[in-house]
């Protein structure tokens, strides 16, 4: 069965210090793969997706991605965090479910950035 | 695009009572996705429809709530009777076949007394 997993909970970075968000996945065959941001009282929003090519996607806001199939992990990255980049962070991954677009999600990660 | 629109926004309730929540999803999405959020539990899938009908129900915590899509343009998520521990966000998502990215509405916040 596919899972995310996200080790961390919980992440505080200084504004301006680089960020690196970690998700593992398990999946049978290559992944549909995403990164959402839910601020504070919001919905979720999505950041970037990957689905095939490229191994580096580029999202909004300034983030990217890499998925490393040997590692199994689609780590989310951005050089240079700002203070509205506080929030929580899901992975998810898309199920094989008859193509009805169920997606699994990681527990979340809570960013804290410090002034 | 008018994004996915959930109503009420906020409800408050006192247990024992029913309550209703209401999506409307993204004209031209056909898979509809009801979710609970909690700081225990995170964020869970409660129950997803594809071309209205319900694929996957697994996740509806108990006979307690029930989920319809009566068309393409509307669906609810109905609680009766509603208890203190169902306090919660109640998101509702929608995409397309094939599509997996799902767009998610604003959430109703669920607070029962």
């Known amino acids: 069965a596919q899972s995310v997993t996200q080790p961390d909970i919980h992440i505080t970075v200084s504004e301006g210090a680089s960020l690196e968000l970690r998700c593992n996945y398990s999946?049978?065959?290559?992944?549909?793969l995403f990164w959402y941001v839910q601020s504070p009282g919001q919905g979720l929003q999505l950041l970037l997706k990957?689905?095939?090519?490229?191994?580096l996607v580029q999202g909004i806001k300034g983030f990217e991605a890499e998925f490393k199939r040997s590692q199994s992990s689609f780590n989310l990255r951005k050089p240079s965090v700002h203070w509205s980049d506080a929030a929580e962070y899901f992975c998810?991954?898309?199920?094989?479910?008859?193509?009805?677009?169920?997606?699994?999600f990681g527990q979340g990660t809570t960013l804290q950035v410090k002034p | 695009d008018a994004g996915v629109i959930q109503s009420p926004r906020h409800e408050v309730t006192e247990m024992g009572q029913e309550v209703t929540l209401r999506c409307k999803p993204i004209?031209?999405?056909?898979?509809l996705f009801w979710y609970r959020q909690t700081m225990m539990r995170g964020l869970e899938l409660l129950i997803y429809?594809?071309?209205?009908?319900?694929?996957?129900d697994s996740g509806m915590p108990e006979d307690r709530f029930s989920a319809k899509m009566p068309n393409a343009s509307f669906s609810t998520l109905k609680i009766q009777p509603s208890e203190p521990r169902d306090s919660a966000v109640y998101f509702c998502?929608?995409?397309?076949?094939?599509?997996?990215?799902?767009?998610f509405g604003p959430g109703t916040r669920l607070t029962v007394t």
């Open positions: 998502a929608s995409n397309r076949d094939r599509v997996y990215e799902q767009y």
């Open positions: 429809f594809n071309n209205n009908v319900p694929i996957d």
């Open positions: 990957y689905f095939s090519g490229d191994t």
């Open positions: 004209s031209g999405h056909n898979s």
């Open positions: 998810a991954v898309g199920a094989s479910s008859g193509n009805t677009g169920k997606l699994i």
């Open positions: 999946y049978g065959a290559t992944p549909y």
